[in-house]
């Protein structure tokens, strides 16, 4: 695909689908404006360009209706503060009144829309909607890869309607990060793995057998491992249905001479509340009553150790539920663990952007991408819909 610096964009109206769907807490403020400092790039760099830029983003799921609590008035006050110029809000994505302000923008004006998923359209992928939001548009810019695998009209559609389109700088990152990790790693390949479910990474974790040197799993995801082992795991979060799955996962590493890592002991509790009783135990000792809640230290040992003499480290999920204190100290261990290594480190988004910042080791990491969901189905080996479609395009602009 092609780049925003591989084009003309003097003075060109720019429209750059972004996202910022950040979190708010209740009094609708922004309590981690990550994705928004992540695109700051792309947009100084049409502003250099005396471009006129227009931005689209989606907030929440308000799932097809106009939501107030889901407006990206906060955004627009944040991005304003973060560029140091005005941000003009529309009061919608489409429309007369959106296209007035279109027709009056100046070189230099930055124009920003209202939540994209007010209308229904939007993640229908329809191509009317998508050509009204291309409507005096001269270049699209797509720098939002934590969308990039929904097939939305705002990500896919609209590549058939501008005239040019081509990916920002951010995307660029995340798919040059992801390459260095997955395609031509420097050896030996860790993927710490970790989160709730196995079903929402099965696949996933089917394709890294196939790349990564060792494989450690965390989280509550690593009780059906056990579970498949023979070990009972008392209250613990299981997916029974997916227990042979997890015994040939573990089949398939040995096949493939994949080093593959389990927790060894564990932090219990009675309940998953913050006045929970706690204890340490190994995981051949867990009480029948009681639920896994954390890895305990001798794992964050064992783990600690397979990491210390990878050279490419790739971490996404959380190993424990860290958002009760009690229950955060394997997940911290391990930000200091990956932190503290020589080895290029890759973190997917979600949860485990959020431990870091926690820790307060953020910078401290090779490369954290903006997309939880997205980052994952490049894990599976999956084309993503927004990759895909700005590929096709300069498939079919090879002189643009």
């Not at 799932?63 to 919608?92: F, I, N, Q």
């Not at 593959?260 to 932090?267: A, E, Q, R, S, T």
């Not at 006045?275 to 135990?281: D, G, L």
């Not at 009553?289 to 996404?316: C, M, R, S, Y």
Request: net charge negative.
């Amino acid at each position: 695909m092609k780049y925003i610096d591989e084009v003309d964009i003097k003075a060109k109206t720019v429209y750059i689908r972004v996202d910022f769907n950040v979190p708010l807490d209740q009094n609708l403020n922004i309590t981690d404006d990550t994705r928004i400092r992540a695109v700051l790039p792309t947009i100084n760099y049409c502003l250099e360009a005396d471009a006129k830029v227009i931005l689209a983003s989606h907030l929440g799921r308000p799932k097809g209706a106009r939501v107030e609590a889901l407006s990206l008035a906060p955004v627009g006050r944040r991005l304003a503060y973060r560029l140091h110029k005005k941000v003009v809000l529309a009061p919608d994505c489409v429309g007369p009144e959106v296209e007035k302000l279109k027709a009056e923008m100046k070189p230099g004006d930055v124009l920003l829309l209202e939540n994209l998923r007010f209308h229904a359209e939007e993640e229908k992928n329809d191509e009317h909607f998508a050509q009204e939001m291309m409507r005096g548009v001269d270049v699209y810019v797509d720098d939002a890869f934590a969308v990039a695998h929904r097939a939305h009209a705002s990500v896919e559609a609209v590549t058939r309607f501008a005239p040019i389109c081509v990916a920002g700088f951010l995307m660029r990152d995340e798919v040059f990060y992801f390459h260095k990790a997955m395609e031509d790693p420097a050896r030996p390949l860790a993927a710490l793995i970790g989160g709730a479910k196995i079903s929402s990474k099965l696949t996933a974790l089917k394709n890294m057998l196939k790349k990564v040197d060792k494989l450690i799993i965390g989280g509550a995801m690593a009780n059906t491992f056990l579970k498949a082992k023979g070990y009972e795991v008392g209250q613990s979060l299981v997916e029974a249905s997916l227990l042979a799955d997890a015994r040939d996962i573990m089949a398939a590493a040995r096949e493939n001479g994949v080093k593959f890592y389990l927790p060894v002991d564990c932090v219990v509790a009675d309940k998953l509340a913050k006045a929970a009783e706690t204890k340490i135990t190994p995981v051949q000792e867990i009480p029948p009553d009681w639920l896994i809640v954390d890895i305990g230290p001798a794992t964050v040992t064992l783990f600690g150790e397979a990491l210390q003499n990878a050279k490419t480290i790739i971490w996404n999920g959380p190993m424990g539920a860290f958002e009760y204190d009690a229950f955060s100290r394997g997940t911290m261990a391990m930000v200091q663990k990956v932190a503290d290594s020589f080895a290029l480190t890759i973190v997917g988004g979600g949860d485990t952007d959020v431990a870091l910042h926690k820790a307060g080791e953020y910078q401290k990491f090779s490369y954290v991408s903006t997309g939880g969901g997205a980052f994952i189905e490049l894990l599976e080996g999956k084309k993503l819909p927004g990759i895909q479609a700005l590929e096709q395009w300069a498939e079919a602009h090879p002189n643009v």
